[in-house]
């Protein structure tokens, strides 16, 4: 089922089906997440059953504010403090540790539990509505099956779930502002850890947490969406350099020109690239990605899904320029071509 989201009624309905243990997919600005009552286990694990996501993965609880993610923390660091106080609502997730007893499948069974208040009208009316129902927070990870596109409209979340429609109402607020998950940083062991790069810079993020921000470890608590590969579409996408991009087209070109045998209808190879000239060929369709890494976040995943459903077996994407502030939009074509 699909709710106008300019309809208030629409929240309400939404809001009853999350109290009553239902699934309900809802905008956020990054992307739709799928969610659940984290209280509930039973609830979640329809996340898990519907993802097709191992129940060890751990999902981020949504909240409407630092109150009630204190609810579920055994202890609210000045760290997350600090982070939550510069960035909430927005597009940033903070590990704590856990109350005992508390979401514990939303935390896939681990100590710690993953924490975000969301940026986006919607998404705040439809906790502060389940609230009022009793729902403490809203497990959601991103609405698609585990380890494919993140969803940014009502359409990709519905495309996705085609088979499971009874199972799962979306709550239609438009394309996603951002485009891409939030930022993950682990607050539990007593420094900042960057688990995720997201839209908010390393700078930023430093600065509100008065320290630097450590790299990934292997103590770090497992996180949403860091597995090595995550986010890939059907087709085999490869991310190469510009200059190798280049050569690649150009022998790909000259071996497509020499096949004499009739050929299947459509494109075989998509090309996503922002610096490259792409040759001319009937067999093959190109996208420009964005000069901006803002607006290459904002559209990345509706690209990646429109290239996929043409039907190519291979996916050839740019590498983004190197620097922090494309470090969101790299993170995600890493783990996209790692599953290739």
């Known amino acids: 089922m699909r709710l106008d989201g300019s309809d208030p009624k629409a929240i309400d309905a939404a809001a009853d089906r999350l109290a009553a243990g239902e699934l309900v997919a809802f905008p956020t600005e990054t992307v739709y997440g799928l ?11 329809r996340i898990f059953a519907a993802k097709g996501r191992p129940t060890d993965h751990p999902l981020i609880v949504h909240v409407t504010d630092a109150a009630q993610a204190r609810a579920f923390s055994a202890e609210w660091p000045s760290l997350a403090e600090r982070l939550a106080a510069a960035f909430w609502p927005g597009p940033l997730t903070l590990i704590v540790m856990r109350q005992p007893q508390r979401a514990v499948a939303a935390a896939g069974g681990q100590p710690t539990i993953g924490l975000r208040c969301p940026d986006h009208p919607l998404a ?22 585990f380890g494919r596109i993140s969803p940014t409209t009502a359409a990709h979340v519905q495309a996705e779930f085609a088979d499971a429609a009874d199972a799962v109402t979306v709550l239609d607020g438009g394309p996603c502002a951002v485009g891409i998950e939030s930022a993950i940083v682990d607050c539990s062991r007593g420094r900042p850890v960057l688990l995720r790069p997201g839209s908010l810079s ?11 921000l450590a790299p990934r470890d ?19 996408l490869r991310l190469m350099p510009a200059a190798a991009l280049s050569d690649a087209l150009a022998i790909w070109v000259e071996a497509d020109h020499a096949v004499q045998s009739p050929r299947p209808p459509g494109p075989r190879l998509a090309v996503y690239s922002r610096t490259v000239r ?63």
């Not at 129902?133 to 991103?142: E, I, K, L, Q």
């Not at 620097?323 to 939009?329: F, R």
């Open 124 to 145: 705040q009316a439809l906790l502060a509505a389940a609230a009022r129902r009793g729902v403490a927070g809203v497990a959601a990870p991103s609405a698609n099956r």
């Open 278 to 340: 792409t040759p001319r060929a009937a067999a093959m369709v190109a996208r420009r990605m964005p000069d901006s890494p803002r607006a290459a976040a904002y559209e990345l995943f509706a690209v990646l899904r429109e290239l996929d459903a043409l039907g190519v077996a291979l996916i050839w994407v740019e590498q983004p320029p190197p620097g922090a502030d494309w470090a969101g939009v790299r993170d995600r074509l890493e783990r996209a071509a790692a599953a290739a």
């Open 218 to 236: 292997d103590a770090a608590p497992r996180a949403s969406g860091t597995l090595e590969a995550h986010y890939a579409p059907r087709a085999k």
């Open 35 to 45: 969610g659940a009552r984290a209280d509930d286990d039973a609830a979640v694990a």
């Open 202 to 212: 390393q700078e930023r993020l430093a600065a509100a947490a008065g320290m630097p």
